[in-house]
Protein backbone atom coordinates (compact mmCIF):
# COMPACT_ATOMS: atom_id res chain seq x y z
CA UNK A 1 0.00 0.00 0.00
CA UNK A 2 2.43 2.39 -0.77
CA UNK A 3 0.89 4.04 -3.41
CA UNK A 4 -1.59 5.03 -0.70
CA UNK A 5 0.98 7.00 1.43
CA UNK A 6 1.22 10.53 0.38
CA UNK A 7 1.97 14.16 1.64
CA UNK A 8 -0.62 15.33 4.20
CA UNK A 9 -2.36 17.77 1.36
CA UNK A 10 -3.35 15.08 -0.45
CA UNK A 11 -6.67 13.83 1.18
CA UNK A 12 -8.91 14.33 -1.87
CA UNK A 13 -6.74 12.34 -3.61
CA UNK A 14 -6.13 9.71 -1.34
CA UNK A 15 -10.39 9.63 -1.18
CA UNK A 16 -10.51 9.28 -4.62
CA UNK A 17 -7.59 6.26 -4.62
CA UNK A 18 -9.78 4.73 -2.05
CA UNK A 19 -12.97 4.86 -4.30
CA UNK A 20 -11.06 3.43 -7.12
CA UNK A 21 -9.59 0.44 -4.64
CA UNK A 22 -13.02 -0.27 -3.79
CA UNK A 23 -14.54 0.23 -7.56
CA UNK A 24 -12.02 -2.35 -8.42
CA UNK A 25 -12.92 -4.75 -5.30
CA UNK A 26 -16.45 -4.69 -6.90
CA UNK A 27 -15.86 -5.48 -9.97
CA UNK A 28 -13.95 -8.28 -8.85
CA UNK A 29 -16.51 -9.82 -6.90
CA UNK A 30 -18.73 -9.42 -9.35
CA UNK A 31 -16.53 -11.08 -12.04
CA UNK A 32 -16.51 -13.95 -9.18
CA UNK A 33 -19.88 -14.06 -8.43
CA UNK A 34 -20.98 -14.13 -12.40
CA UNK A 35 -18.40 -16.73 -13.14
CA UNK A 36 -19.80 -19.10 -9.89
CA UNK A 37 -23.14 -18.31 -11.92
CA UNK A 38 -22.11 -19.70 -15.05
CA UNK A 39 -20.46 -22.51 -13.55
CA UNK A 40 -23.88 -23.48 -12.10
CA UNK A 41 -26.01 -22.82 -14.96
CA UNK A 42 -27.73 -19.94 -13.63
CA UNK A 43 -26.03 -17.66 -15.77
CA UNK A 44 -27.15 -17.49 -19.72
CA UNK A 45 -26.00 -14.74 -21.26
CA UNK A 46 -22.15 -13.91 -19.60
CA UNK A 47 -20.83 -12.09 -22.38
CA UNK A 48 -20.94 -8.62 -21.61
CA UNK A 49 -21.37 -7.71 -25.29
CA UNK A 50 -24.26 -9.70 -25.48
CA UNK A 51 -25.67 -7.53 -22.25
CA UNK A 52 -24.41 -4.63 -23.83
CA UNK A 53 -26.07 -5.27 -27.57
CA UNK A 54 -29.23 -6.12 -25.77
CA UNK A 55 -29.64 -2.90 -23.74
CA UNK A 56 -28.79 -1.17 -27.20
CA UNK A 57 -31.89 -2.42 -29.03
CA UNK A 58 -34.32 -2.05 -26.02
CA UNK A 59 -32.70 1.90 -26.14
CA UNK A 60 -33.36 1.80 -29.46
CA UNK A 61 -36.70 0.64 -29.10
CA UNK A 62 -37.59 3.11 -26.44
CA UNK A 63 -36.09 6.10 -28.06
CA UNK A 64 -38.86 7.25 -30.48
CA UNK A 65 -41.18 7.09 -27.33
CA UNK A 66 -39.46 9.14 -25.21
CA UNK A 67 -39.53 11.92 -28.55
CA UNK A 68 -43.44 11.32 -28.46
CA UNK A 69 -43.57 11.75 -24.44
CA UNK A 70 -42.01 15.05 -24.64
CA UNK A 71 -44.14 15.93 -27.53
CA UNK A 72 -47.16 15.64 -25.91
CA UNK A 73 -45.84 17.21 -22.86
CA UNK A 74 -45.03 20.23 -24.85
CA UNK A 75 -48.36 20.01 -26.42
CA UNK A 76 -50.39 20.00 -23.29
CA UNK A 77 -48.07 22.78 -21.43
CA UNK A 78 -49.25 24.82 -24.60
CA UNK A 79 -52.94 23.69 -24.59
CA UNK A 80 -53.75 23.79 -20.93
CA UNK A 81 -50.85 25.55 -19.42
CA UNK A 82 -50.43 28.86 -21.20
CA UNK A 83 -53.79 29.79 -21.48
CA UNK A 84 -54.31 29.31 -17.43
CA UNK A 85 -50.98 31.31 -16.86
CA UNK A 86 -52.39 33.70 -18.69
CA UNK A 87 -55.66 33.93 -16.99
CA UNK A 88 -54.78 33.39 -13.79
CA UNK A 89 -52.54 36.63 -13.85
CA UNK A 90 -55.17 38.48 -15.74
CA UNK A 91 -57.38 38.19 -12.66
CA UNK A 92 -54.65 38.94 -10.39
CA UNK A 93 -54.34 42.14 -12.15
CA UNK A 94 -57.16 42.95 -12.71
CA UNK A 95 -57.97 42.01 -8.79
CA UNK A 96 -55.00 44.48 -7.78
CA UNK A 97 -55.98 47.50 -10.09
CA UNK A 98 -59.72 46.87 -8.51
CA UNK A 99 -61.30 46.47 -11.86
CA UNK A 100 -63.13 43.49 -12.93
CA UNK A 101 -62.11 40.97 -16.54
CA UNK A 102 -64.21 40.75 -19.55
CA UNK A 103 -65.56 37.28 -19.10
CA UNK A 104 -66.49 37.76 -15.14
Known amino acids: ?5 GTSGEAHSLQE ?6 ASV ?14 AGMLHNYDPLV ?5 LRAARWYAPLMVVGYGF ?7 VGIPATV ?4 IVVHRLD ?7
Do not use: C, K, Y
Request: net charge negative.
Open 87 to 90: QFWT
Open 51 to 55: REDRD
Open 26 to 39: IAESELHRDVLSAR
Open 73 to 79: SLGTLAW
Open 98 to 104: GSQPSWL
Open 17 to 22: EMRALD
Open 1 to 5: MIWLS
